[in-house]
């Protein structure tokens, strides 16, 4: 086994995105099939008003929350998937030596599938337990039929089971397409320096000092930890946001739901990237101390590129939950009344911003304590 | 230049704990051309960490121009190294995905060396300065690591196994630089091999068993990398 059980704890993150993609659209496609089945008792005009406006909104809040966080596993996943087959080359290439094409070398990667299975499946069971709430409050005026909840089967399938194998066998692909390599590469003790060369003939306009070189040479290599911390604060600011804003426009529930979605998303990913940003530089970290780099210049190099993106990216949520709520009041729910409208709450935002500030420099704080207690030992660890 | 005061090391606790130095010491001159050889184990990197403040002794004292480096804390040891170290190891650990122009930059700031270029020049690199190290061969990047270290204007340079992943050819050649760099830039030279050979080349050999230092001898005649047996 190059990857067992055990690796899938590493997991979480992808775990965490599963439960909430899950949970999210089992609610609302759940709901959306049993008021269907009872769509022709809806008869008065605001009514079936209030009607297709709840399904428009939960048609959108499905498949951007499921596409959002769908294509972000999967970009973790491919994140882990080259993680382990970098830590594991060795075994790998010895199994490939012994006569194991790329992709049977690569089987045991697919029980990564389960940790978005255990998600998904989490998820699944969490949307059940909170719908005689979430039905409730669909219909808290009275304005469509009361209905109870079915439970379906080809939810399971779509949302649980199909994903879990979908991404089992993204994993033993990806892993067998980056193991397309001579062996021998790959049983050479070469991690740091034979990977890929990646090429970056910059113009040399500017003679930056050494630390700025090896900050912008790490925002262009690791491009996926880049998007992780943009990700992050949008999800973040977004969403949070978002949920002030529900708490006036719908209901608190789904403003609780989307809150607690937002930070955990926000949380796994920023903990991932940041960890990730140190942990894949404990080497360079230790040279640099060997030679006499201090600890604050050490995070300079490593950490300090990134916030520019982190802000950037929660201005961009900002813009886009502004956007998307200004949509859904004045097109999606417009022929429904009561719907107050919406402007920009500054209030939220404000306190959003602080809060991901707070969030983001307490994880750059403790990745910068993990940078202090990297040990040049590690260089004669070979 | 260093005086090494009966330092000891231990590795592991309890029952595991071993003692890798059994309290050594060792006065290191100014300007010279130690090779510390013995066979593998018998703590040669060891004492190296320690003489170059890379780790603290468990006891004794490392006194380097009247300061006690045993007695640092890790920030400021840090700053010794920066002040006066050069490394070299043998797997050169050169960061991937900078050039061999800002790998060399790495040492170079540190001294706030402008004309580092120089040096890539001296180790016959200057023809590659845009190349990556997986672009190089290992003699190509271990002369990356040399320029480095010396970009960084190091009093004593510590070199640790540098020929070891090395063929001998290659190995010659890297000797070479080493100790034709040492007669243009006067720097101390303190290098761990297994090799016994190199020791020829060196002023004052010491050697090494099981933690102890069991012989020291001066050469009269130094040897070049080329004359020497491998
Ligand atoms: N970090 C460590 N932890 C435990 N034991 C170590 C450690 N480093 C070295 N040793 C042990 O100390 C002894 C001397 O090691 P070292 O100085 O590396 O020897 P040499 O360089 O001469 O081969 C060896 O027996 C080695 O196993
Ligand atoms: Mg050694």
Request: aromatic share 10%; charged share 20%.
């Amino acid at each position: 086994m190059i990857v067992g059980i055990k690796d899938t704890s590493r997991l979480a993150a992808i775990a965490v995105m599963a439960f909430c993609a899950v949970f999210v659209c089992t609610m609302f496609l759940n709901y959306n099939i049993d008021i269907g089945a009872v769509s022709s008792e809806i008869t008065s005009p605001e009514a079936k008003a209030l009607y297709s406006a709840m399904l428009s909104c939960s048609k959108m809040a499905c498949s951007l929350s499921g596409g959002c966080l769908a294509i972000t596993s999967a970009v973790m996943l491919l994140f882990y998937v080259k993680h382990y087959v970098t830590l594991r080359k060795r075994e790998l290439g010895i199994l490939k030596a012994l006569g194991y094409t790329d992709l049977q070398a690569s089987m045991s990667f697919g029980i990564f599938g389960i940790s978005v299975l255990a998600g998904a499946a989490a998820g699944f069971c969490a949307a059940y337990a909170v719908m005689p709430l979430f039905y409730k409050t669909q219909n808290k005026d009275g304005l469509l039929p009361d209905i109870d909840i079915d439970f379906h089967p080809s939810l399971l399938l779509y949302l649980v089971i199909l994903p879990g194998i979908f991404f089992a066998a993204l994993s033993v692909f990806s892993a067998s397409r980056m193991l397309k390599k001579p062996v021998i590469s790959l049983l050479k003790d070469t991690l740091q320096t034979n990977g890929k060369i990646k090429k970056l003939r910059e113009s040399s306009s500017a003679e930056l000092s050494f630390t700025a070189e090896l900050r912008k040479s790490n925002l262009k290599t690791k491009k996926a930890l880049v998007f992780f911390m943009v990700f992050s604060s949008f999800c973040f600011s977004a969403m949070t946001q978002m949920s002030f804003s529900m708490n006036e426009l719908s209901s608190f529930l789904m403003g609780a739901i989307i809150m607690l979605i937002g930070v955990t998303l926000a949380c796994t990913t920023l903990i991932l990237a940041s960890s990730a940003a140190v942990g894949g530089n404990t080497k360079t970290i230790a040279m640099m101390k060997a030679f006499g780099y201090s600890d604050k210049e050490c995070r300079t190099a490593l950490l300090d590129g990134y916030r520019p993106w982190s802000y950037a990216g929660f201005a961009l949520g900002t813009g886009y939950q502004y956007l998307l709520l200004k949509i859904a009041v004045n097109i999606v729910f417009k022929d429904v009344e009561n719907i107050p409208d919406y402007k920009f709450d500054l209030a939220a935002a404000i306190v959003s911003l602080a809060a991901f500030a707070v969030l983001y420099e307490l994880a750059i704080y403790i990745c910068a304590k993990r940078i202090e207690r990297v040990s040049v030992k590690e260089i004669m660890l070979e | 230049m260093i005086d090494i005061v009966n330092a000891s090391k231990f590795y592991g606790t309890g029952q595991s704990r071993f003692q890798a130095l059994k309290s050594v010491s060792l006065k290191l001159k100014k300007g010279g051309f130690y090779v510390v050889t013995g066979a593998s184990g018998s703590g040669k990197s060891t004492l190296l960490n320690i003489a170059s403040g890379l780790e603290r002794p468990d006891d004794g004292n490392i006194i380097y121009s009247e300061t006690d480096i045993a007695g640092l804390t890790d920030k400021e040891l840090t700053q010794f190294r920066r002040k006066h170290t050069g490394f070299i190891f043998q797997q050169y650990y050169l960061l991937p995905n900078l050039n061999v122009d800002k790998n060399v930059k790495m040492g170079a700031d540190l001294a706030g060396n402008k004309n580092y270029r120089e040096v890539i020049k001296a180790v016959g690199l200057e023809d590659k300065l845009q190349k990556y190290p997986g672009e190089l061969s290992g003699g190509q990047q271990q002369r990356v690591s040399i320029a480095r270290a010396l970009a960084k204007k190091p009093e004593i340079l510590f070199l640790d196994e540098p020929t070891g992943a090395l063929d001998e050819q290659t190995g010659r050649q890297i000797l070479d630089y080493i100790s034709t760099l040492q007669r243009e830039y006067g720097f101390t030279v303190v290098m761990v091999t297994h090799n016994l050979n190199i020791a020829q080349m060196a002023d004052t050999v010491v050697k090494m068993n099981s933690g102890k230092i069991t012989e020291i001898y001066s050469n009269s005649e130094k040897k070049t990398a080329y004359e020497i047996g491998w």
